[in-house]
């Protein structure tokens, strides 16, 4: 017997990081749960996915809600410690950095499960985020640390992780877009919405961007300035929704604010934008593949591979306005399939998958 595996999902790029490790494994045979914290809980950043993205139902939803960073964790700390202890399973799957993963890794660790952490080694070096403590402290409790592009296993290799314990294997979420892609109608999407023909996209919702009401107001205004140039489709994340619809987020004429959108709309609307405008992580990534310009409002990114290889860039508040009238009038990029990223090719699911029963199989010999 090779033991079970618990997948824990919190939010929604979760979803779409897991849906082909958890294909993969189900193709290879794995006994498999899937542990839902509900860290997102509104149906279009959660459930959606799941009928989206062909995912299984989740075995249990833990309805840990939203929350200070220290009441979101206790929360999941304490639910996922009695989950992992009535399940006792072999191997514990995370992704990406939310509270979700980090609560998972924790509890698995002091209950002595092993830990596969999904896109390991990602680096911003900027310790406010509350993603980077997450990710660094989740990469160092796991056996399996699973890396998206070559600079993280440098990361990785720098901070001390043994070398048996690093993979990599590409971009799942990747996987997800490709197989995909041809339900991502632009078109469609466009009439479902009441999309112009031409217009940029923005997804803003870090907290060094959206918490604080000056700096989501300065923001807006920026974001104001965007919409002079085109108009400006807003699917507006739940964090910082107030703050930014506060600070006259839809009062400009030309800025279109919409709920938050399942996956396949999404990724439609990503696809037929001119441009975006982001502070998402996946997003970058996204963008890198469809060849859409990409400007991501940060000082620092963890993926610095959709710069080197794809279509994003940096930009502080100042500058988005001048890079967006640059992208606007550039017009799209077009994807670059010689300049994807290595392993971007769909594959990294069963890569995953490979290497996780291989791991199951000398555990239970």
């Given at each position: 017997?090779?033991?079970?595996?618990?997948?824990?999902?919190?939010?929604?790029?979760?979803?779409?990081?897991?849906?082909p490790v958890?294909?993969?494994?189900?193709?290879?045979?794995?006994?498999?749960?899937?542990?839902?914290?509900?860290?997102?809980?509104?149906?279009?950043?959660?459930?959606?996915?799941?009928?989206?993205?062909?995912?299984?139902?989740?075995?249990?939803?833990?309805?840990?809600?939203?929350?200070?960073?220290?009441?979101?964790?206790?929360?999941?700390?304490?639910?996922?410690?009695?989950?992992?202890?009535?399940?006792?399973?072999?191997?514990?799957?995370?992704?990406?950095?939310?509270?979700?993963?980090?609560?998972?890794?924790?509890?698995?660790?002091?209950?002595?499960?092993?830990?596969?952490?999904v896109?390991?080694?990602?680096?911003?070096?900027?310790?406010?985020?509350?993603?980077?403590?997450?990710?660094?402290?989740?990469?160092?409790?796991?056996?399996?640390?699973?890396?998206?592009?070559?600079?993280?296993?440098?990361?990785?290799?720098?901070e001390?992780?043994?070398?048996?314990?690093?993979?990599?294997v590409?971009?799942?979420?990747?996987?997800?877009?490709l197989?995909?892609?041809?339900?991502?109608d632009?078109?469609?999407?466009?009439a479902?919405?009441?999309?112009?023909?031409?217009?940029?996209?923005?997804?803003?919702?870090?907290?060094?961007?959206?918490d604080?009401?000056?700096?989501?107001?300065?923001?807006?205004?920026?974001?104001?300035?965007?919409?002079?140039?085109?108009?400006?489709?807003?699917?507006?994340?739940?964090?910082?929704?107030?703050?930014?619809?506060?600070?006259?987020?839809?009062?400009?004429?030309?800025?279109?604010?919409?709920?938050?959108?399942?996956?396949?709309?999404?990724?439609?609307?990503?696809?037929?934008?001119?441009?975006?405008?982001?502070?998402?992580?996946?997003?970058?990534e996204?963008?890198?593949?469809?060849?859409?310009?990409?400007?991501?409002?940060?000082?620092?990114?963890?993926?610095?591979?959709?710069?080197?290889h794809?279509?994003?860039?940096?930009?502080g508040?100042?500058?988005?306005?001048?890079?967006?009238?640059?992208?606007?009038?550039?017009?799209?990029?077009?994807?670059?399939?010689?300049?994807?990223?290595?392993?971007w090719?769909?594959?990294?699911?069963?890569?995953?998958?490979?290497?996780?029963?291989?791991?199951?199989?000398?555990?239970?010999?």
């Amino acid at each position: 017997m090779l033991g079970s595996i618990v997948h824990v999902l919190g939010a929604r790029p979760n979803f779409v990081k897991a849906a082909p490790v958890i294909g993969a494994l189900r193709a290879a045979g794995a006994d498999q749960a899937v542990v839902h914290t509900g860290q997102h809980y509104d149906e279009r950043m959660s459930d959606v996915f799941f009928h989206e993205l062909g995912l299984p139902e989740p075995d249990v939803n833990l309805g840990v809600g939203s929350g200070s960073h220290a009441a979101q964790t206790a929360a999941l700390l304490t639910a996922l410690e009695a989950e992992f202890t009535r399940r006792s399973p072999a191997l514990v799957i995370v992704y990406g950095d939310v509270n979700s993963t980090i609560a998972a890794a924790l509890v698995a660790a002091k209950l002595h499960i092993p830990v596969a952490h999904v896109e390991a080694g990602l680096r911003s070096f900027d310790m406010t985020m509350p993603e980077e403590v997450n990710r660094r402290l989740t990469d160092q409790l796991s056996r399996l640390c699973f890396a998206t592009s070559p600079e993280a296993v440098g990361h990785l290799a720098r901070e001390g992780v043994p070398v048996e314990r690093v993979h990599l294997v590409g971009n799942p979420m990747i996987d997800t877009l490709l197989a995909h892609l041809d339900r991502f109608d632009t078109a469609a999407v466009r009439a479902k919405h009441g999309l112009p023909e031409r217009y940029a996209l923005a997804t803003m919702h870090r907290p060094a961007n959206v918490d604080a009401p000056e700096t989501a107001a300065a923001l807006v205004r920026h974001l104001h300035g965007v919409a002079d140039l085109a108009d400006l489709v807003i699917p507006v994340h739940p964090r910082g929704r107030a703050n930014l619809l506060a600070a006259g987020l839809d009062d400009h004429p030309r800025v279109r604010v919409l709920e938050p959108l399942g996956y396949i709309d999404f990724v439609a609307a990503v696809r037929g934008a001119a441009a975006v405008v982001t502070d998402s992580g996946g997003l970058q990534e996204e963008t890198t593949i469809l060849g859409v310009p990409c400007l991501t409002v940060r000082p620092n990114t963890e993926r610095p591979i959709t710069i080197t290889h794809g279509t994003n860039r940096l930009v502080g508040f100042e500058e988005l306005v001048p890079e967006a009238r640059k992208a606007l009038e550039a017009g799209e990029a077009s994807p670059r399939t010689d300049r994807r990223p290595p392993l971007w090719d769909g594959k990294a699911g069963p890569r995953i998958a490979e290497v996780i029963m291989e791991f199951l199989g000398d555990r239970s010999a």
